[in-house]
């Protein structure tokens, strides 16, 4: 391989290959750059920039002076070096990233709902947390009933587990679900120390949901919320489904997955509920489902999943602020539609609304959003009988504008 008659311009060549290279190396292995990062850019622009100008007027003297006929290896002398190292950054974010993300499949991100039941503040495990979209506070006060004030004892955050953190023992999950060894929940001060105080965590079941991961592309972390009851002498972690987000409602109602639907509270005992479980189904009430019987309408805003059978009656369980841990159970059944409902497209996801009733019972309305053509249509069995004596909210229809919104006859 002859490179006489080439050597000036491969010298040049390698010396901004190798100017280059150490720039893009000192920004791949250097920690927290900062304001460095502008400097290494400014330096290869004000050095490696007229070194990159005189390496292309000699290739185009070499074009001029052979005619053309500068041999491959040379061109390839002369450039490749360069494209090696410029391409030292890109491919280091490209492997990082990759890293990442096969990191954060094996270690996604976790939602918690925390409800202080116990009667005093508290402080929460908040490791690797972060409450930017939710509000949700480390510090939690315990939750009162006042109808239009007080605490909501209620504290919703993600965790995004780090590489370090999801390797130690310490951190409560693996992958998506907790540790069976994870049996005690241990609280800390607001500067990240522990308390010096735990409480037995108690571990309820998963939900069964194989057919909705199945159907959505992100897996079950994205659908499952952990739930944490905090009682004066315990901790309960009740994982369930967590409220859909528009797109996951839109991937669910296009996958017509039996027996999915949404359930929505309308309060009317004198107590305040704090927690639900539908057929053993735990429910993200992501708040207070404060008592509405005396005042102005409050209706509830979206709601929570659940698969269940709605051709049979529901078994329902709460626990009241007032009361709690004790149990209130009732069944609820769900009316169904008419037989005009099977011209409906089905696309949709059903909607269920439940009514807490001051006797102890339960009252359901079933409803569906129809859209067609760009409008928007209500199919509702409309409010129960036993609720219409305390309904201060007209039903499911309620929610929405009579001037834009059709309901449809059941």
């Not at 391409?87 to 990191?103: H, K, T």
């Not at 626990?319 to 841990?325: G, K, R, V």
């Not at 019972?361 to 009988?385: D, K, M, N, S």
């Amino acid at each position: 391989m002859k490179t006489k008659g080439y050597l000036f311009g491969i010298v040049v060549s390698f010396a901004l290959a190798g100017f280059l290279a150490f720039l893009g190396l000192v920004f791949v292995t250097a920690d927290n750059l900062g304001w460095g990062a502008v400097a290494l850019l400014s330096y290869a622009v004000m050095f490696g920039g007229p070194l990159a100008i005189v390496l292309l007027l000699i290739w185009i003297a070499y074009l001029v002076r052979d005619r053309g006929k500068v041999p491959g290896h040379i061109h390839a002398l002369m450039f490749l070096p360069t494209l090696a190292a410029v391409l030292i950054v890109p491919v280091d974010d490209a492997i990082r990233q990759s890293r990442s993300d096969s990191f954060r499949k094996e270690n996604p991100a976790i939602a918690e709902t925390h409800v202080n039941l116990s009667g005093r503040p508290i402080g929460l495990d908040f490791r690797e947390a972060s409450s930017s979209s939710s509000g949700g506070s480390q510090s939690l006060e315990p939750a009162s009933a006042t109808r239009h004030g007080g605490s909501s004892g209620f504290s919703s955050f993600t965790r995004y587990p780090r590489p370090g953190a999801a390797t130690r023992d310490a951190f409560p999950y693996a992958g998506s679900r907790l540790k069976e060894s994870a049996t005690r929940y241990t609280y800390f001060n607001v500067d990240g120390t522990p308390a010096g105080t735990s409480l037995p965590l108690l571990h309820l079941p998963y939900p069964d949901i194989a057919t909705l991961v199945s159907a959505y592309a992100y897996g079950e972390a994205a659908l499952v919320v952990h739930q944490y009851f905090h009682y004066p002498d315990h901790v309960e972690v009740a994982p369930g489904l967590a409220r859909f987000s528009g797109m996951a409602e839109d991937t669910m109602g296009s996958a017509r997955i039996p027996g999915l639907a949404i359930f929505s509270v309308e309060n009317y005992t004198p107590q305040t509920i704090v927690r639900l479980e539908l057929n053993g189904q735990t429910q993200d009430l992501s708040g207070l489902a404060r008592s509405l019987a005396g005042g102005p309408c409050d209706p509830p805003r979206g709601g929570t999943p659940a698969v269940l059978d709605l051709d049979r009656p529901v078994n329902v369980r709460w626990q009241t602020l007032e009361e709690a841990p004790r149990w209130h159970e009732a069944q609820a059944v769900v009316p169904a539609f008419s037989p005009a409902s099977k011209t409906d497209p089905d696309k949709a996801l059903l909607r269920v609304r439940l009514y807490f009733l001051p006797d102890g019972t339960i009252a359901a309305e079933r409803y569906r959003e129809i859209r067609t053509r760009g409008e928007l249509a209500i199919r509702a069995t409309g409010v129960p009988a036993p609720a219409k004596a305390y309904s201060v909210c007209g039903g499911a229809y309620g929610n929405y504008n009579p001037q834009t919104v059709k309901l449809l006859p059941n």
